[in-house]
């Protein structure tokens, strides 16, 4: 049975009890609505580690003012069924007001690479996202978390945190998991309707255009990039937030497409944004 711990004094004996096992023990940070990339991540973690302990979070202070924290999809018993299936040993569901009580003011932010890709339209995300993750690994302190490379901007920042801040906690990264048709899978893509859905693979599209291209010998990053406009421009439903080609290591721009070159997107389909990214 996955056992379910609300708080964090809960959470603390089972931490004493894992440590004196010598058990080594793996996070998975989720806010939930699990599908299938979710849950590589738990495989992956079961794969270098003794206890997989996943946290189902929607947290507030990553969404800004206009956005979808209300509305994002909660389906906790769907959530604690596939966990169950996949043997994870605990889930970590705490409130909001566990994490950020009555008079919480301390934030961590990793200043410069969050001021690119996802800044444009999401200013104060990673400041939230770095917050509830260094949070999370003061709670939990564990010894490696697992992230998904569908979220690059993020792995990036948070290898940056826990360097920065000398966090001795191992960062590993599961490559995306997608639909059949290409569609990186994510808990947004619930908001899309029918017709929004078969748009949606414009994003795969492109990167994967935009990777030929580069076999085929293109070098110039904005020769790629005015073609990926094109297309998205075409397609009726989608709106360009951002195409990028950056250094996957430090995300800094890339004029020539080069070993470790990443392709990021950010596009709204209708209403729902949705991100993808590619090595090329
Ligand atoms: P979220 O619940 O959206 O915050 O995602 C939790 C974790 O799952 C993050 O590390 C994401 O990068 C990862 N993740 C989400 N979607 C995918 C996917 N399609 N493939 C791989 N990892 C993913």
Known sequence: MVQVVKTIAGLRPLRSKLREQKAKVTLVPTMGALHAGHLSLVQQAKKISDY?????????????????????????????????????GLVFIPEVAEIYPAGFQTYVAVEE????LCVISRPSHFRGVTTVVLKLF???????????QKDAQQVVIIRRMLKDLNLD???????????????ALSSRNRYL????????????????????????????????LQGI?????REPLARLDYAEIVDAENLSGKALVEKNSLLALAVFIGKTRLIDNMVL
């Open 193 to 224: 309707n029918e017709a929004e859905r078969k748009a949606a693979i414009i994003l795969y599209q492109c990167l994967q255009w935009a990777k030929q291209r580069v076999e085929q010998g293109e070098a110039c990053s904005e020769g790629i």
């Open 169 to 183: 906690v191992e960062l590993i990264t599961c490559p995306i998991v997608r639909e059949p048709d290409g569609l």
């Open 229 to 233: 406009k094109g297309s998205i421009e």
């Open 113 to 116: 690479l969050s001021q690119k």
């Open 52 to 88: 997989v302990l996943v946290s189902i979070f929607v947290n507030p202070t990553q969404f800004g003012p206009d956005e979808d924290f209300q509305d994002y999809p909660r389906d906790l018993n769907r959530d604690l069924s596939l966990l169950e299936e996949s043997g994870v």
């Open 138 to 148: 003061n709670i939990v302190q564990p010894e490696s978390a697992a992230f998904g």
